[in-house]
């Protein structure tokens, strides 16, 4: 039988579609391999925020030589964020990757997955792969994701991205905002939920602006939508009553804070089934910064979203992502950023250097002056205060008892997650992996916090 091996980096985004990339794989004939080793076909399921991330997949590709010196009949493959043009190696028309890697078969973009069989066949003609009537995988999102946890899932509601941040590849490699019909995700989630799913996280490049896209208007996916009502909280109402079947938890990742309106701030309060943390990326704490990102709002528009979600939610917990060292950061735009930090307090945040990504409006125009050394020493200062916000903010569950998803479990101690989405440890066994647990909080460190079973 013929087997694959997906190596997966970067976002949610890309995890999700690895999910539906089995299924299909396995639709095609092939079975999962736990070593590249044995292989028929490898996939790079690759993210190009950051160089690193390319260089690690470059890498990789070279790696496959033995391995196609045992099997010749091996394939290499490519999606996610670094393929601009599915094609094979055969094909007239080639992804610029070709030039970069002569490990290379086939690149894929990720919603042109039922391609696959088609430009394994443009390699080898008579590849014993099954037939799949096309009709059935026509639409990317119509291949069932292969979920792989029993209690966690992510299900997509939109792709691309029409926001064009000048750091950022994602409008090119993933093209244009496309939401699905409100049915369609639905109907997944209300067979995750039979299939006794507790938590399910609704993901997009910038989820709540579902439904507002120029292609979803021009469609007129969702004109038929109650007066007044906006799509992504529409589509939140209409989940929420899978509470009483047993989803327990819904979250959503990541929106932006351009399209976050007042509707989705009472609905993340009033909502059973949304749960009290927001993971809302701001990026700069200075509004040239800002302007030079092409981050649409202002740093006071960014401040007024936290405190009208702080008053309707009072006890929730907020993350962000920052980018530090981006084109022409001054020390006073730097300083704003650390000043952010001091204020709102932020549960949690992802602290990146920025890098200079080939086809990014920044690449093309601006300077990627500021030096590495420069770069990581802001890091590590804005790493600093982020561990004291962090710590102290984790200090107020102390005391209270709180329920885990427990996520995974070793030396006989669970991790899971809390409501806020907190990493919490407590001694369990390993039985408690996928139920939601009661744990009485008795400690916290810099980012977890440790309790122990009620
Ligand atoms: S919102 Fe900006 S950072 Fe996020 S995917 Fe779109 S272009 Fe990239």
Same mark, same amino acid.
């Given at each position: ?68 010196? $045992?099997?010749? +009949?091996? =394939?290499?493959? @490519? ?8 094609? #094979?190696? &055969?094909? %007239? ?101 039979? $299939?006794?799913? +507790?938590? =399910?996280?609704? @993901? ?8 507002? #896209?120029? &292609?979803? %208007? ?237």
């Amino acid at each position: 039988m013929l087997k694959y091996y997906i190596y997966t980096y970067g976002c949610q985004m890309n995890y999700s579609d690895t999910e539906r990339m089995q299924t299909y794989l396995e639709a095609l004939g092939y079975a999962q391999s736990q070593d590249p080793k044995q292989a028929d076909l490898i996939f790079y399921n690759s993210c190009s925020v950051r160089q690193k991330a390319e260089d690690r997949v470059f890498g990789e590709l070279k790696n496959t030589r033995k391995i196609r010196k $045992k099997n010749p +009949k091996l =394939i290499v493959a @490519i999606t996610g964020c670094m393929v601009r043009k599915s094609s #094979s190696r &055969y094909s %007239q028309s080639r992804d610029p990757l070709f030039n970069r890697s002569p490990d290379l078969d086939i690149a894929l973009r990720i919603e042109e997955l039922p391609r696959l069989a088609a430009l394994i066949r443009e390699l080898h003609k008579d590849y014993p792969i099954q037939e799949i009537p096309e009709e059935q995988t026509e639409n990317y999102f119509d291949i069932q994701a292969a979920h792989s946890s029993g209690a966690q899932a992510f299900v997509p509601i939109s792709t691309g991205c029409d926001k064009f941040c000048t750091y950022c590849i994602v409008p090119y490699s993933r093209g244009r905002e496309k939401s699905r019909p409100i049915p369609e995700i639905i109907c997944e989630c209300e067979d995750l939920v039979d $299939k006794g799913y +507790k938590e =399910i996280t609704l @993901i997009g490049q910038t989820v709540d602006s579902y439904g507002l #896209s120029k &292609y979803d %208007q021009d469609h007129g996916t969702f004109k038929d939508l109650p007066e007044g009502e906006i799509p992504f909280v529409y589509l939140l109402k209409q989940l929420d009553p899978l509470h009483k079947k047993g989803l327990k938890r819904l979250r959503f990742t990541s929106p932006h804070p351009r399209d976050i309106s007042d509707q989705l701030i009472k609905a993340i309060a009033n909502l059973s089934t949304l749960m009290p943390f927001l993971h809302l990326p701001v990026q700069a704490g200075h509004n040239d910064l800002l302007k030079r990102m092409n981050r649409p709002y202002k740093i006071e528009e960014y401040k007024d979203i936290i405190r009208r979600l702080r008053e309707h939610t009072p006890d929730i917990s907020i993350s962000t992502d920052i980018i530090v060292g981006f084109c022409g950061e001054t020390q006073e735009e730097f300083q704003a950023v650390c000043d952010l930090f001091r204020e709102i307090e932020f549960d949690h945040a992802y602290l990146a250097q920025y890098s200079s990504r080939p086809g990014t409006a920044a690449t093309r125009f601006m300077d990627d002056d500021i030096s590495q050394e420069t770069k990581r020493e802001r890091w590590h200062i804005l790493n600093n205060i982020l561990k004291e916000v962090s710590a102290k903010r984790l200090t107020r569950f102390v005391g209270r008892t709180i329920e885990v998803l427990v996520e995974s479990h070793e030396g006989g101690i669970c991790t899971g997650k809390s409501e806020h989405s907190r990493i919490v440890n407590f001694p369990g066994s390993a039985s408690l992996i996928g139920e939601i647990v009661p744990v009485k909080i008795t400690g916290s460190e810099v980012w977890t916090l440790e309790g122990e079973l009620v």
